[in-house]
């Protein structure tokens, strides 16, 4: 750009001649000033473009987790950032979303480092694939990766036949990463074979790593010229010491959804979803309790549909909370109850079908949410059923059975004196002025009446404090 300023000085200075006066020569000033500051703004964003995005991924391997790396190497292409450095730590996860993670940082133009930090973090099952897979696999002292054997989901055990074709795949999966990478591939398949783990310094001597680093500083200084191969072949020199690191946080989506994927909040919110419809049901037009618990269970479905769940341990849920139902209902002096906490509890640790343990529901979690609902579940339903069978004390039905005294001989009709109203009845057989009555039926605004052989004091007491 200066070399374009200083031609254009020289030109403006060949065409003022003298005599030639001043305002050619400002023209042309200001012309080469124009032109050089539009140059300027042209290079400014590939100028200041030239840094190092870094994002952090701290948890298992997830749908989320892809989805997050996946916008960071999309913000990194359209940066043209130098590299894109990603901290890993996790203790592995979802096969689908480890080998969508693997072909986009495959197919990334720009270089990607992964490093696994701080010391006592580690990068296994999952986690070893995604740092094989970088164009750099940086550790730092105090980490361990490895640990890559396939397990079935839900921890069963598998045939011989099928569990021979998972390790395969996995294994000849490893080899494609490796073998471009140009790292020791017969070690890294014996991760997926054997699961053996590696530290860090074992790691670096049997070529699985390529830089062992205590900072982020040191890592670039390493790495400095650094000519690196890519995975369609090409060479590409690194220039990464004293870059500008810009970090990439999740957006608000994925922090949210990022926090329900973990089973145990995923658990909790479709426990207290599942409750508060509960509580709507047994109070229609409360309102309140529909919403929220349309709105947690929304929320936990969103979540769990990410997951791999198991559908017969929402069934068992469900059947939880039937159990709480009949035993309200039918009294069965607890045994309902401890029936729908088992089921309950049995469900939350089958929901999610994977070998992770970072991904399952704990028991303690299980045991704490199913107690607690259960004993609330049944004490609500009691309490409803106990409202709906008790005897109607208010309006015309509450008369029926009621005793009152008559005011005038009834034969068989004439007044008696009722809840302290003067209402006109009929009397299945005479009855005198003074006698007690027991209201049998009503018939519009006629009451159908028996004469009590015995008076009933509680009544009598009642009656004569009215009079």
């Keep these: 750009m200066s070399v374009l300023l200083k031609s254009a000085t020289k030109s403006s200075s060949r065409q003022s001649a003298p005599g030639a006066g001043k305002r050619p020569r400002s023209g042309w000033k200001r012309l080469s000033l124009g032109t050089g500051l539009f140059l300027l703004l042209l290079l400014c964003p590939h100028l200041a473009s030239a840094d190092v995005l870094k994002i952090v991924v701290d948890d298992t391997i997830h749908p989320i987790t892809e989805e997050f790396i996946g916008r960071a190497l999309d913000q990194a292409r359209a940066r043209r950032s130098e590299a894109l450095l990603i901290e890993l730590r996790t203790p592995g996860g979802l096969e689908t979303s480890t080998r969508e993670i693997v072909e986009k940082i495959i197919a990334?133009?720009?270089?990607?480092?992964?490093?696994?930090?701080?010391?006592?973090?580690?990068?296994?099952?999952?986690?070893?694939?995604?740092?094989?897979?970088?164009?750099?696999?940086?550790?730092?002292?105090?980490?361990?990766?490895?640990?890559?054997?396939?397990?079935?989901?839900?921890?069963?055990?598998?045939?011989?036949?099928?569990?021979?074709k998972i390790t395969n795949d996995s294994a000849a999966f490893m080899r494609s990463i490796v073998s471009k990478r140009g790292r020791n591939v017969q070690v890294a398949e014996s991760a997926v074979r054997e699961s053996k783990s590696f530290t860090d310094q074992e790691a670096l001597a049997q070529h699985l790593i390529?830089?062992?680093?205590?900072?982020?500083?040191?890592?670039f200084q390493q790495l400095e010229t650094k000519t690196i191969t890519r995975f369609n072949g090409e060479k590409i020199t690194l220039h990464l010491a004293g870059k500008p690191v810009n970090q990439l946080d999740m957006t608000l989506k994925q922090r949210i959804l990022a926090f329900l994927m973990d089973p145990n909040?995923?658990?909790?919110?479709?426990?207290?979803?599942?409750?508060?419809?509960y509580v709507e049901f047994n109070h229609p037009g409360a309102i309140v309790p529909g919403v929220v618990g349309?709105?947690?269970?929304?929320?936990?479905?969103?979540?769990?549909?990410?997951?791999?769940?198991?559908?017969?341990?929402l069934a068992l849920i469900l059947m939880a909370f039937v159990f709480f139902a009949l035993e309200a209902k039918f009294a069965t002096h607890g045994v309902?109850?401890?029936?729908?906490?088992?089921?309950?509890?049995?469900?939350?640790?089958?929901?999610?079908?994977t070998p992770i343990p970072q991904m399952r529901v704990h028991l303690w979690t299980a045991l704490a949410v199913s107690v607690p609902l259960g004993l609330i579940t049944t004490f609500l339903m009691g309490i409803a059923l106990k409202a709906r069978r008790a005897?109607?004390?208010?309006?015309?039905?509450?008369?029926?059975?009621?005793?009152?005294?008559?005011?005038?001989?009834?034969?068989?009709?004439?007044?008696?004196?009722?809840?302290?109203e003067l209402w006109s009845a009929t009397a299945s057989g005479p009855v005198e002025i003074g006698e007690q009555v027991r209201v049998r039926a009503i018939d519009g605004l006629h009451l159908r009446v028996d004469r009590l052989a015995t008076p009933h004091p509680q009544a009598t007491a009642r009656i004569s404090d009215l009079t």
């Design 391 to 420: 005897k109607v004390t208010t309006g015309v039905e509450g008369l029926i059975g009621e005793i009152g005294v008559a005011r005038t001989p009834l034969t068989p009709e004439g007044k008696v004196f009722v809840h302290g």
């Design 294 to 313: 349309f709105f947690f269970v929304v929320l936990a479905v969103f979540a769990l549909n990410v997951l791999p769940v198991r559908y017969t341990a």
């Design 108 to 164: 990334s133009p720009v270089p990607v480092i992964v490093y696994v930090t701080p010391a006592g973090s580690r990068a296994a099952s999952a986690g070893f694939f995604i740092l094989e897979s970088a164009d750099v696999a940086a550790m730092a002292p105090g980490t361990n990766t490895g640990a890559a054997h396939p397990v079935m989901l839900g921890g069963g055990k598998m045939d011989d036949v099928m569990k021979e």
């Design 265 to 277: 909040v995923s658990f909790i919110v479709l426990a207290i979803g599942l409750l508060a419809l």
């Design 210 to 219: 390529d830089v062992v680093a205590p900072s982020e500083q040191e890592l």
């Design 336 to 353: 309902l109850t401890i029936a729908g906490i088992t089921a309950l509890t049995i469900g939350a640790l089958l929901l999610v079908d």
